[in-house]
């Protein structure tokens, strides 16, 4: 197949001319909007039906992802295929249907996302002389912008979130791109042996597992992160030689990377939080920066409520998911329908409050109560819809939450991101005059300190405090009185499952922490925390989390306050703004009265989280127990198991509560025996 003569300039397409679903012998029936996949395996290796068939192989694993149709695309003279799953939800017809070529035939794509403002993009197009088109999906603006504008300023033009991989036909160069922020995911590394290297490239690991000579190697760097974060952190995959696209970057992939068989290509940013953060703080008083705020939610919600399928909303009962939806009810032609899981366990049912606020809302809500078997029956699947080593225990209730809200909608608005951008987290929240008292106590006394709220076990301090899971929030505080009390310390005995003791045979490998822990210019202690949990828990937990437990239910979950013009907006504000007299959130809080009655919202921060701790002790110990055999953990990594078991007896015997940490051994056990990869 010949690429064809292509102008030089990115503006490649004709006045009059747009893209178009790539059809004929190049491409099979396509409809997609919801998983990417591909390789390239280099000029004339691969008859094109070959190619098709191993990219088609890949998507098939992803299914879940775009149950509504499935493409492929191809290229046998540059020895590349795309190919793709699609969940339809904007342009439900063949107009929408991808891979998509440009009108030009320069640029070929495999999209997942949304962009948000789509609609406007088209308008300035049209504008612009850019016309014909063949139908109304986001899919075919987003191509007629890039072969206007480049790959990299039409990105900065989007407000959405997604993943892309962009073939340029001309250039022979492959371009891989995730939004600002990592709300879709993107994996790219290498298959086969030395002379036969292909490219690879998916929205889920599982789909490289479907390539020929795919052989995976556990990278000892990543597995020592994923201990500390009970999540591996981007760039890094638990593998070798397979990474992450960053949040906000391009990476680029020619035919000079190729033919070397190796590397992880160039990585470019496209948009920096480092950046936004260093600019000045907006001049506004408490009155302007509320109104803002709400207008810059109006729109985000207003843009993100629109598709041709089903909208709803999760809703807990807490600060931004209340206010999520209480901007949907005032934006949505239709009543808004709300979901809610609830638990029969003492601190971890919020469903109570969920129907409260969505009685004062008038929502059309459906709440369903799980006994802890319903639950627990869910644990087997998840080493297949996490196909990375993945820890956060409120995993299972997102994913009930997920299958609950799509026996009804097709897509659902999430309020995450407020604690990150308002400064909602309990570590932020600690005063700093706390720290400060902390700092001016001997070593020894702190020492003695921790070492007394040690000595009460869990349970008994969740008995007398005065939240939920009071007895780990303590321990968090002993982990803290004894590290140096530094605004670095602080985070990682606050965020950190395994610190430096990691339960590796030879120790810990050299690298210091999951996430870069270099304060934005201007930043105080609590701003320089909520920008490492921007980088790093949000993007490779929270994300991680939301995406793979909707997308196994072929839900797509969309975050209103990651809108990037929103993440801009919350950092240009002072501190004050966010935190006051101890409480966080504080301007999302008054934008919230307006809507819902302060009586409704105010109580102890939960969590969306299972009792596991508890289960570790009943019904889940002898599952628990097998994997934590020192015959089990010797087989799997080069785990020490010693401090493991020494971990596990603890917390049996309810003496400590190791849940996070022993989670996400367990995790790792149940994926390292699922996918069977070698150290």
């Known amino acids: 197949m010949s690429t064809g003569d292509f102008p030089s300039r990115p503006g490649c397409c004709s006045r009059g001319r747009t893209a178009l679903p790539v059809r004929g012998c190049e491409a099979r029936k396509a409809d997609g909007m919801c998983g990417v996949a591909g390789l390239w395996s280099g000029s004339g290796r691969l008859a094109a039906s070959e190619l098709a068939r191993r990219a088609e192989a890949m998507a098939?694993?992803?299914?879940s992802r775009g149950?509504?149709?499935?493409?492929?695309w191809s290229d046998a003279e540059a020895g590349l295929a795309l190919s793709h799953r699609r969940l339809a939800v904007v342009d439900l017809t063949q107009a929408g249907a991808q891979p998509m070529a440009s009108a030009c035939g320069?640029?070929?794509?495999?999209?997942?996302?949304?962009?948000?403002?789509?609609?406007?993009?088209r308008r300035a197009l049209e504008a612009?002389?850019?016309?014909?088109?063949?139908?109304?999906?986001?899919?075919?603006?987003?191509?007629a912008l890039i072969a206007a504008d480049g790959l990299e300023s039409a990105l900065g033009q989007c407000v959405g979130a997604f993943a892309i991989a962009l073939w340029d036909r001309r250039e022979r160069r492959l371009q891989l791109a995730r939004d600002r922020i990592g709300e879709k995911p993107l994996y790219y590394g290498w298959s086969g042996s030395a002379g036969e290297r292909a490219l690879v490239f998916a929205s889920e690991l599982k789909a490289l597992h479907a390539v020929p000579g795919f052989a995976p190697r556990i990278d000892r760097q990543a597995l020592s992160l994923y201990l500390r974060a009970n999540a591996v952190p981007a760039p890094h995959t638990i593998y070798r030689d397979v990474w992450k696209v960053r949040p906000g970057h391009i990476v680029m992939l020619g035919e000079d990377t190729l033919k070397a068989g190796g590397g992880a290509g160039q990585s470019r940013a496209v948009?920096?939080?480092?950046?936004?953060?260093?600019?000045?703080?907006?001049?506004?008083?408490?009155?302007?920066?509320?109104?803002?705020?709400?207008?810059?939610?109006?729109?985000?919600?207003?843009?993100?409520?629109?598709?041709?399928?089903?909208?709803g909303a999760f809703l807990s009962g807490g600060i931004d998911s209340s206010l999520i939806t209480a901007l949907m009810t005032r934006v949505s032609a239709t009543r808004v329908k709300t979901f809610t899981i609830g638990f029969d366990h003492?601190?971890?049912?919020?469903?109570?409050?969920?129907?409260?606020?969505?009685?004062h809302l008038g929502t059309e809500h459906t709440e369903l109560y799980l006994g802890p078997e319903a639950v627990r029956a869910e644990i087997p699947a998840l080493a297949d819809i996490y196909d990375e080593p993945f820890a956060d225990s409120s995993q299972l209730p997102t994913l009930l939450v997920s299958r609950l809200a799509r026996s009804q909608v097709t897509v659902a608005l999430s309020g995450d991101a407020g604690d990150e951008l308002f400064c909602g987290y309990n570590r932020y929240l600690m005063p700093q005059r706390s720290y400060a008292a902390m700092r001016a106590l001997p070593v020894p006394l702190r020492q003695l300190a921790a070492a007394g709220i040690g000595a009460v076990p869990p349970a008994t301090w969740d008995q007398v405090g005065p939240v939920p899971m009071f007895g780990v929030k303590l321990a968090k505080v002993a982990r803290m009185l004894r590290s140096p009390l530094d605004t670095r310390a602080i985070y990682r005995a606050s965020s950190e499952e395994w610190g430096e003791g990691l339960p590796l045979m030879g120790g810990g490998d050299s690298v210091a922490s999951p996430v870069d822990l270099t304060p934005a210019v201007r930043s105080t202690p609590e701003e320089a925390m909520m920008l490492w949990d921007m980088t790093g828990y949000l993007t490779d937990d929270i994300l991680v989390k939301v995406d793979r437990a909707s997308m196994a239910n072929s839900l797509e979950v969309r975050i209103p306050l990651l809108d990037h013009r929103l993440v801009e907006f919350a950092w240009s504000l002072p501190l004050d703004l966010k935190k006051r007299d101890g409480r966080g959130k504080w301007l999302l809080r008054r934008v919230l009265s307006r809507h819902v009655p302060d009586a409704l919202i105010d109580?102890?921060?939960?969590?969306?989280?299972?009792?596991?701790?508890?289960?570790?002790?009943?019904?889940?110990?002898?599952?628990?127990?097998?994997?934590?055999?020192?015959?089990?953990?010797?087989?799997?990594?080069?785990?020490?198991?010693?401090?493991?078991?020494?971990r596990w007896e603890q917390h049996l015997a309810g003496t400590h509560d190791w849940t996070g940490s022993l989670w996400g051994v367990l995790m790792f056990q149940a994926w390292a025996r699922r996918w069977g990869a070698a150290c």
């Open 60 to 63: 098939a694993t992803l299914a």
């Open 67 to 72: 149950p509504d149709g499935a493409g492929v």
């Open 106 to 121: 320069r640029y070929v794509l495999s999209f997942n996302g949304e962009i948000y403002n789509h609609r406007d993009l």
């Open 128 to 143: 612009r002389g850019v016309g014909g088109w063949r139908g109304t999906s986001d899919t075919e603006t987003l191509l």
């Open 271 to 311: 948009w920096d939080l480092a950046e936004v953060i260093a600019r000045p703080l907006a001049a506004l008083d408490v009155a302007e920066a509320e109104a803002r705020l709400e207008e810059l939610l109006l729109d985000a919600v207003g843009q993100q409520v629109l598709a041709d399928v089903p909208v």
């Open 346 to 359: 003492a601190g971890f049912d919020e469903a109570p409050h969920a129907r409260a606020v969505a009685e």
């Open 603 to 646: 109580r102890p921060k939960a969590g969306f989280a299972v009792p596991v701790g508890a289960w570790l002790r009943g019904p889940l110990r002898d599952w628990a127990e097998d994997l934590l055999s020192p015959d089990a953990l010797c087989a799997s990594a080069p785990f020490d198991p010693a401090p493991i078991r020494a």
